[in-house]
Each structure stands twice: as structure tokens, then as C-alpha cells.
């Protein structure tokens, strides 16, 4: 019996066709090894050596302070792809890292490329800005995963050391700092490596680093003193950047930087739901409710700002300079998936699938080697949405790169596709949640013995889904469906004949004694439907956006022409969806009629007056893809949002 509610992992969840196996595949055929060929270019591999064999820029020196992050990530995305299919190559390149990992670790159980060679006196000095605390959770949830994937437990034990490190560094005890992570990842980490390890102390401290985050007087301020710093030299301005503005308890909205906001939220998730603290439920519920619904683009993506990385106010959402960072939609993901672990309701899996669908899936090209930092909704020649890091160096198309200067994204996005399997289902007792729908089998222990559960379906082109019980003997458990909010007519038999359930905070409970070979059905209507934005998205007003199952839909000139912004869809139009084998490997596509209107012509007048008859707008058809398919194929205009006349 589990008491808490958990995911099944990646080793119970075996994914052999369709959508995501297919996302996997070239995941470790393509992305896994591009990446590893960039983190040994740019000498990230060497780095855990503790030798520099080149200048570090002074402008840009504190950028290697986070290095150590993109080989956790590395590592994390390795173990998952290993768990559902072992490498022996693979492993191998792995285990040479982990010992080159191991190799670095000082005597005290600190563990950093960048501070023992060039910064030794600079330890734990600015936990506000440096990430020696980021880096220590990435590293920890490689380490997890890679002793769940494989066995071996080298990495695990060296990342426990440098757990212990920090636990005997930082907290409220006489002899310790009272600081906490500048950029919030640690405190997940430390909550994983405590369900893994059973030690109790890694979960005290995260339940620290959550309760001291933000209370007076200021750490920030203090280490800033202790630097010969003061407070309003800080770039920006503000500890909402942060988000340790003022005690979390106190916290009402999403603020700051979105994939530290997030990967905090995210944190006290799982605090809350390890130590039943209600007043963190509480708060947890109060953030969700305020980005969900006055601060989420309609992809999942989050972030409006490039000066912060993160959030304004509510319903500011810019198209074409929309931020929308890769790892913010995969941190919202990482975050819906424990908050339907903390409080069980579809709607956090409503906004996991948009997030994972669109605004992280968006981040990686189909052949899987590019990627985008930042996802605008709409792109036009000359309208670069993201220059701080990019690398990018035409004015015209907005592209994909390989790396970035600043690549937090691509190993992020391939750890997620790596594991996906882990979002497929939770388990609660006896009642078994299936969340994503994706042709696979899961194995489990429930109500005293084992179960697989066949799922098979073409999801998320089709809405159909069929599951068959594979048990030796019959056992007594509930099925939970997921009903998507996006669909509005269903259809579920069991055994062919139809039967009707209540719906229970947004899932279709079946119980009973399941027999081998007991069949269910789910038909999902997938009809087109026009998206319209609240009133109070200036950027957005009087538009509309497509959506059919889970996937937001686009424009692109390759498909369309040119002039997206002067597209409109006239209320009466009729939408049709095809599958489209030609299309990157096949997808589903939608058309129907459009307007496209020139009223200027030829004439080169930037402006005109509206004398007489206005020319009418031309009519076309319009074809749109599923928005995280678009730039892979020649450069052109983008648009999601499209007027409505």
C-alpha cells in the first residue's frame, strides 16, 4: 500500500510506439550525443578535472559557475534513457564522467569546477548569485536517478557527501550560515534524495532552505555586506527576482525569474506533501491559482520579460518578444506533476500536458540536435526574441541553435523526453491514475499484487484509448481516466459495453475486481477549437488562438506566405484536421479558410488614407501545424495568435 501518492518511475513504464517513443528515440540517437559533443568543446568535461587550460573572460566568468549543472542534467537524461533502454557504450562514456566527477570532490565533501581552481577563498560567499547550490541539485537528481537506473551508486555517494557538506554549512544551528539557494533547484533535489536514501535530514533541510528564504534580517544582505557590498547594488534592484522578497508563507503571486520561481514552487510542493504542512498546501494553491490564471501563455510558456527572465504583471503576454524559456515550461511541468501529487485534481495535469506539449517540446528541433531558449508566439524577420545568450547572429529568422552561451535548455529538455514515462501515471493506494495518454505498458504492485496496464492508443493525434489488465489472479483497484479540460464530449465501455462513472475532480474512476484481459475504452473528441484570450491580454485582444487535443496550433509563411499579422479568421469558418504524413515525419494539420488583407498594394506609402471602397480582403486556405513543430523546415513568419473578423 503506498500511503503517499507517487509517479510510477521510468523502470515501470515501457513506451515502445508512437508519439514519445518516437521523441525518445531520436532523443538518444541524436540529442543525447550532440550534447555530450558540446559540453566536451567547450570543455566542461575537462573542467571536472579542476585543470583551466584557457582564459575565462572577466565579463563573462560567472557563467562557468554553472557549468557543473548542464553534466548533472547530462547524466540525468543518460540514466532515464538507460533505464528503458540499457547502452552499454553509453553507460560506459557515463561511468568515466561520474569518476571524473568523483575525482574532483575535496576533502570535505565540497564539489565544484570553478571555485577550488579560480575562486577558492570565494566559497558559499554569494549564494544570491552564484549557483553552488544550483549545481549541487542537479548533480543530486543525476545521482538519484542514475543509481535507480543502473544500480550503481558511485555518484549517489558522492552527492550524499556534498549533501552532508552543505546540511553541516547552512541552517539555524550555532556555527552555521542561515542562507539559502539563490536560484532555487536544490531544495526538489534534496527531496528526492531523501525519498531515495530515507535519511530524514535532507528533507529537514529543504524544509529549511523553503522556511528561511526570505526572512529578516536578509542573508542576501548580509553576505553582500560581508563583500563590501551593499543592498541596492544588487542588478535587480529587487529580491522578487528571487523570489525572497519576504517569507514564502507570505508570498500571494509569481514573481521574478520564472524557472527559479517555478523550480522553488515546485520544491515546496514536495515539502508540503512529506511533512502534511498545511500552510504550505496553502500557498502552494494561492501561486499555482495566480500564474495559471493571470501569468501562462497559452503554450505554457511563462515569462513575458527579458530583463528578468520572468514574470511582470498580470496579463502582460507580448507575442513576438514573448521570453517563454524552455526550462520554464519544463519547471511549470515538474511543478503541475507535484501539485497533483499534493492536492489530486486534473487540473495540474491539464497544465503539465499544455507544458509539455507545446512550450517545452517547442524548445528542441525534430531532428534533435538544435534548440530554442526562448518561444515567442509569433516570429517575423528581424524580431530576435532572445539576444542575451543566444549566440545568434543573423538579424533575420529566429532559429534553433546548437548551444548556447548560457545552454541550461537542451539538457533540460532531454531529460524530460528521456523520462517522460514518469508522467504517464500515479499511484494512490489502490486507485491508479493515468494522466498521459501514450501507447505503453506499465508494470506495478497494486491491491496485493502485480498488474500491467496495456495502453493503446495514437494519442495525441486520436482521442481513442484502450487499456487491457494483465493479472494472474483478479484484484480489486480503481482506474482513474484523465477527462483534458480541452474535451467536451466523451465516450468510455469497459468490456465493450458502455458505462457511465461520476467524475471526480476531473478523472473517470473505475473500480471493481479487474479480470485478465478486462478492456477499457476512452474516446476523447478532438474537434478544433478557437482559443480566445481574456480580455484584459492587450497583446492578444480581438484574437484567436487553434487547439486540437492537447497541441496549440500556427501559421508559417512555408505554409501560408508571408503577412501572418494581416491574417484573419472569419467567425464562420470551418476547421478540418488530416493527418499529414509528409509533414516532419507526420503530424496533423488543420485548414480551413482564411482572410489576407493588402489594402495597400504596390503602393510604397508607409501610411494612407481611407478614401472610397476598401479593397477586400483576399481569401485562402490556411494550413497550421502544431506550434512546437514549427522552424524546421525554411525560414519564415510565425504566428500563433491570429485576428478574428
Not at 123 to 148: C, F, P
Not at 265 to 274: N, P, Q, R, T, W
Not at 322 to 328: G, I, L, M, Q, S
Not at 416 to 444: N, P
Request: with cysteine; hydrophobic share 35%.
Amino acid at each position: 500500500m503506498i500511503e503517499k501518492p507517487a509517479p510510477l518511475s521510468v523502470n515501470q513504464v515501457s513506451i515502445r510506439r508512437g508519439f514519445w517513443a518516437e521523441r525518445q528515440a531520436v532523443n538518444r540517437q541524436r540529442t543525447i550525443p550532440a550534447i555530450y559533443r558540446q559540453l566536451e568543446e567547450t570543455g566542461r568535461l575537462k573542467a571536472w578535472s579542476l585543470q583551466r587550460t584557457h582564459p575565462i573572460p572577466k565579463d563573462r566568468g560567472t557563467v562557468y559557475m554553472f557549468w557543473d549543472s548542464d553534466t548533472g542534467k547530462w547524466l540525468e537524461s543518460v540514466a532515464y534513457s538507460l533505464a528503458t533502454h540499457p547502452d552499454d557504450a553509453l553507460q560506459s562514456l557515463a561511468d568515466e564522467l561520474i569518476d571524473a566527477v568523483a575525482g574532483a570532490q575535496q576533502a570535505d565533501g565540497y564539489l565544484n569546477t570553478y571555485f577550488p581552481v579560480l575562486a577558492a577563498d570565494a566559497k558559499w560567499t554569494n549564494l544570491r548569485d552564484w549557483h553552488e547550490m544550483y549545481n549541487a541539485g542537479h548533480l543530486i537528481e543525476a545521482a538519484v536517478a542514475y543509481s535507480q537506473a543502473t544500480g550503481k551508486d558511485k555518484l549517489l555517494a558522492v552527492l550524499s557527501r556534498f549533501a552532508d557538506h552543505i546540511d553541516a554549512t547552512f541552517g539555524p544551528d550555532d556555527g552555521q550560515a542561515r542562507g539559502y539557494p539563490g536560484h532555487p533547484e536544490l531544495e526538489l533535489a534534496l527531496v528526492k534524495l531523501y525519498r531515495h536514501s530515507g535519511e530524514r535530514r535532507y528533507l529537514d533541510l529543504a524544509n529549511y532552505f523553503i522556511n528561511e528564504r526570505g526572512q529578516a534580517p536578509h542573508y542576501f544582505d548580509i553576505e553582500a555586506a560581508e563583500r563590501g557590498e551593499k543592498r541596492e547594488d544588487f542588478w535587480a534592484q529587487t529580491y522578487r527576482y528571487c523570489q525572497a522578497h519576504a517569507p514564502i508563507r507570505e508570498h500571494t503571486e509569481a514573481t521574478g525569474h520564472a524557472v527559479r520561481a517555478c523550480y522553488l514552487y515546485a520544491g515546496i510542493a514536495d515539502v508540503a506533501l512529506e511533512t502534511g504542512d498545511a500552510e504550505l498546501l496553502d500557498v502552494s494553491r494561492r501561486l499555482w491559482d495566480d500564474l495559471t490564471q493571470h501569468q501562462m501563455y497559452v503554450t505554457g510558456g511563462l515569462g513575458p520579460a527579458h530583463s528578468n527572465e520572468g514574470f511582470t504583471f498580470a496579463y502582460d503576454m507580448p507575442t513576438e518578444t514573448a521570453y517563454a524559456e524552455t526550462c520554464a515550461s519544463i519547471a511549470l511541468a515538474f511543478w503541475a506533476q507535484r501539485m497533483f501529487h499534493l492536492d489530486p485534481d486534473s487540473r495540474y495535469i491539464d497544465v503539465m500536458e499544455r507544458a509539455i506539449y507545446n512550450g517545452s517540446l517547442a524548445g528542441l528541433s525534430h531532428d534533435g540536435e538544435t534548440f530554442f531558449y526562448a518561444n515567442p508566439l509569433a516570429s517575423y524577420p528581424r524580431v530576435n526574441p532572445y539576444s542575451r545568450w543566444s549566440g545568434i547572429t543573423t538579424d533575420e529568422h529566429y532559429r534553433r541553435q546548437p548551444w548556447f552561451f548560457c545552454p541550461c535548455c537542451p539538457p533540460n529538455i532531454s531529460r524530460l523526453i528521456a523520462g517522460i514515462g514518469e508522467y504517464l501515471y500515479s499511484q494512490m493506494g489502490d486507485r491508479v491514475y493515468a494522466h498521459l495518454y501514450q501507447d505503453s505498458t506499465a508494470s506495478l504492485k497494486v491491491a496485493g499484487g502485480a498488474v500491467q496496464l496495456e495502453q493503446r492508443t495514437d494519442y495525441p493525434w486520436r482521442g481513442d484509448i484502450d487499456f487491457t489488465i494483465r493479472c494472474e489472479q483478479p484484484r480489486d483497484f480503481e482506474l482513474a481516466l484523465r477527462l483534458p479540460d480541452w474535451c467536451a464530449e466523451y465516450s468510455l465501455s469497459l468490456n465493450g459495453a458502455a458505462v457511465d462513472v461520476d467524475k471526480q475532480r476531473g478523472y473517470l474512476v473505475l473500480g471493481r475486481s479487474w479480470s485478465d484481459g478486462d478492456r477499457v475504452s476512452l474516446c476523447l473528441s478532438m474537434p478544433v477549437e478557437r482559443v480566445l484570450p481574456h480580455p484584459d491580454i492587450r497583446q492578444a485582444a480581438g484574437q484567436l488562438a487553434l487547439q486540437r487535443g492537447p497541441l496549440v496550433y500556427c501559421l508559417e509563411e512555408a505554409d501560408n506566405g508571408g503577412r501572418l499579422a494581416n491574417v484573419a479568421i472569419p467567425p464562420a469558418a470551418e476547421f478540418s484536421a488530416s493527418f499529414d504524413d509528409d509533414l516532419l515525419g507526420g503530424a496533423s494539420v488543420i485548414q480551413g479558410k482564411a482572410l489576407r488583407s493588402e489594402a495597400n498594394g504596390d503602393s510604397p506609402a508607409l501610411y494612407r488614407y481611407q478614401r472610397g471602397a476598401e479593397q477586400t480582403p483576399a481569401e485562402f486556405e490556411f494550413k497550421a501545424v502544431p506550434y512546437y513543430l514549427w522552424a524546421n523546415r525554411e525560414p519564415g513568419e510565425m504566428r500563433v495568435w491570429m485576428r478574428s473578423s
